[in-house]
C-alpha cells in the first residue's frame, strides 16, 4: 500500500493551524498512525487508530479520516512542533509510511 | 522507562555481513514483539522486519527479504539483525522499535524507538 502525503513542505505562524493529509492507494480502515519527527531525534508515536491520541500528546494535535483519506490537524502551532510528520498504514504488510510533511516556520 | 539500545552498525563493503544488537530495558521484552525500522541519510522511514513476542513469527521486507533475519534472546531482552550480501543501497541508521501494544497480540505501530545504529555500505 503506497502512502502519500501532502503538501510539502507547509510554511505556518506560530500560533496558526496546521493541516497535513495522507492518502493510502487502497483502503486501511482505520489502520493509521501518525508520528512526529524532530531534527536529530527518533520518530515519535502521536496518533494511532487514526484519531486516538497517544498518551501524553497533547490536545491540540487531532486525527481523522479512514479508508484511503486521512488528516492530521495541529491548532495553535508551537515552536516545538516545527518537525517532519509522518504517517504510516498498518493494515497490510508490508508495513508502509507516507514520505512525510515538513511543517516549518513561516 | 523503555530503553532500546543499539550497536553494531559500521562501515562495510558491499556483499559484506554485519550483525546489529539491540539491548532493551525498562519493560517486558519477552511480551512485545519488536521491530527493525531504517532510515536512509535526509529520507523517510522504512520498515525492515518484525518478530513475534517468542520469536515464531517473523516477517521481513521484500527489500531485504533473503538477506537479512531478525531474531530475539528473550533471556537476554536482545533483538538482532544479521544482515548478509550488503547493497550500496542499505546505507542508513537502523532503528530497533518496540510495538505499540504493549501485549501478545501486537499493534503493528510504534512506539518506543532506539537513537539508531549507522549502517553504511560503501567500498
Known amino acids: 500500500i503506497v502512502m502519500t502525503q501532502s503538501p510539502g513542505p507547509l510554511s505556518v505562524s506560530p500560533g496558526e493551524r496546521a493541516t497535513l493529509s495522507c492518502r493510502a492507494s487502497?483502503?486501511?480502515?482505520?489502520?493509521l498512525a501518525w508520528y512526529q519527527q524532530k531534527p536529530g531525534h527518533t520518530p515519535k508515536l502521536l496518533i494511532y487508530?487514526?484519531?486516538t491520541r497517544a498518551t501524553g500528546i497533547p490536545a491540540r494535535f487531532s486525527g481523522s479520516g479512514s479508508g484511503t483519506e486521512f488528516t492530521l490537524t495541529i491548532t495553535s502551532l508551537q515552536s516545538e512542533d516545527f518537525a517532519v510528520y509522518y504517517c504510516?498504514?498498518?493494515?497490510?504488510?508490508?508495513?508502509?509510511f507516507g514520505g512525510g510533511t515538513k511543517v516549518e516556520i513561516k | 522507562q523503555v530503553q532500546l539500545e543499539e550497536s553494531g552498525g559500521g562501515v562495510v563493503q558491499p556483499g559484506g555481513s554485519l550483525r546489529l544488537s539491540c539491548a532493551a530495558s525498562?519493560?517486558?521484552?519477552?511480551?512485545?514483539?519488536m521491530y527493525w525500522v531504517r532510515q536512509a541519510p535526509d529520507k523517510g522511514l522504512e520498515w525492515v522486519a518484525v518478530?513475534?513476542?517468542?520469536?515464531?513469527?517473523?516477517y521481513h521486507a521484500d527489500s531485504v527479504k533473503g538477506r537479512f533475519t531478525i531474531s530475539r534472546d528473550n533471556a537476554k531482552n536482545t533483538l538482532y539483525l544479521q544482515m548478509n550480501s550488503l547493497r550500496d543501497d542499505d546505507t542508513s541508521v537502523y532503528h530497533c522499535?518496540?510495538?505499540?501494544?504493549?501485549?501478545?497480540?501486537?499493534?503493528?505501530?510504534?512506539?518506543?524507538w532506539g537513537q539508531g545504529t549507522l549502517v553504511t555500505v560503501s567500498s
Open positions: 522499535v518496540r510495538d505499540g501494544s504493549g501485549g501478545h497480540t501486537p499493534s503493528y505501530y510504534f512506539d518506543s
Open positions: 525498562g519493560f517486558s521484552f519477552s511480551d512485545s514483539a
Open positions: 518478530i513475534s513476542y517468542d520469536g515464531r513469527n517473523k
Open positions: 487502497q483502503s486501511v480502515s482505520a489502520n
Open positions: 487508530g487514526a484519531s
Open positions: 504510516q498504514q498498518y493494515l497490510k504488510w508490508p508495513l508502509t
